[in-house]
């Protein structure tokens, strides 16, 4: 019996409000390929635990997946600037942020 799954299998193994925590250094070795599984699934309410995010947490912002986020930074590195999609959804409270110095 094998314990390998397809990526859409993995992904919805994940629930509308479990805490996930993703790998990966802002825009290095992240799960991109789960994000984008997971907001393509409409995930809801997740909450995501992460120091240093970057495009798999503004993109899963940009599809509303995300209620609740812990993390110490959030940026896509020089020269690519803020992550705008989480930016607004804190901003606009559609997000809560819990901020680790």
């Given amino acids: 019996m094998t314990k390998l799954l397809g990526l859409a299998e993995a992904a919805a193994l994940v629930r509308d409000g479990d805490t996930v925590a993703f790998g990966g250094s802002l825009l290095h070795r992240i799960p991109a390929a789960l994000a984008r599984e997971l907001a393509r699934q ?28 812990y993390a110490g930074i ?10 705008l999609s989480y930016r607004a959804a804190v901003e606009q409270g559609r997000v809560r942020l819990v901020e680790h110095a």
């Fill in 74 to 83: 959030v940026t896509f590195e020089p020269p690519f600037g803020m992550a």
């Fill in 42 to 69: 409409g995930r809801r309410d997740l909450i995501f635990v992460k120091p240093s995010a970057a495009y798999d947490l503004d993109l899963l912002c940009a599809a509303g997946c995300v209620g609740t986020v």
